[in-house]
C-alpha cells in the first residue's frame, strides 16, 4: 500500500477497506420509490422516442377501449406497452450513462448504445405484430368477416 493511500485512510474507512460492511442504515421503502419515480420522470422527460412510445400506447388502448376487447387481448397489449417502454427506459439509462463518460469510453460503449437500440426496436416490432394481431382478428369480428 502506497504512503499517499495509508495517509487517507481514517478509522471510519479503515474496515470498508477490508470489505466490512458500514453501519449504514437501511433505506426505507419510501425512498426507494422516491428514487424510482424521480427515474420514471427523467426516463420520460428526457427523451423524444419516449413520447412516440407513449402516444401509440394511448392511440392502441384508446382503440381497444373502442373495439371492446376482452380481457386476455387487454393483458397482452398492456404487457406489450410495458415491454416497449421498459426497453425504451433501459437504452436511455444506457445513453445517459454513455454521455458522462470520457470521449474514449463513449466510443467504445457505441455498440453497447445499439445494442441498446435494438432491443427498443425488438420489442416495438414484437408489440406491433401483437397489437396487429389483436385488432385484426376483432376487426373482422366486427364485421362479421368470420
Known amino acids: 500500500m502506497s504512503s499517499e493511500a495509508v495517509s487517507r485512510t ?3 474507512t479503515a474496515g470498508q477497506n477490508r470489505g466490512e460492511v458500514s453501519a449504514r442504515p437501511p433505506r426505507r421503502w419510501r425512498d426507494k420509490f422516491a428514487d ?4 420514471l420522470k427523467l426516463g420520460i ?3 423524444s422516442s419516449f413520447f412516440v412510445h407513449f402516444f401509440v400506447a394511448a392511440a392502441a388502448l384508446a382503440a381497444a377501449w373502442v373495439m371492446a376487447l376482452d380481457w386476455v387481448s387487454w ?3 398492456l404487457l406489450c406497452i410495458g415491454m416497449v417502454l421498459t426497453a425504451e427506459m433501459f437504452n436511455s439509462a444506457l445513453e445517459t450513462f454513455c454521455r458522462g463518460l470520457d470521449e474514449p469510453s463513449r466510443n467504445r460503449c457505441a455498440p453497447a448504445l445499439d445494442i441498446a437500440a435494438g432491443a427498443v426496436l425488438l420489442a416495438a416490432s414484437t ?3 401483437v397489437g ?3 385488432f385484426l382478428v376483432r376487426l373482422a369480428v ?3 368477416w368470420f
Do not use: K, N, W
Open 10 to 12: 481514517t478509522p471510519a
Open 36 to 39: 424510482a419515480f424521480r427515474g
Open 45 to 47: 422527460r428526457g427523451q
Open 75 to 77: 393483458c397482452l397489449l
Open 127 to 129: 408489440a406491433i405484430l
Open 132 to 134: 396487429g394481431a389483436i
Open 142 to 144: 366486427l364485421l362479421h
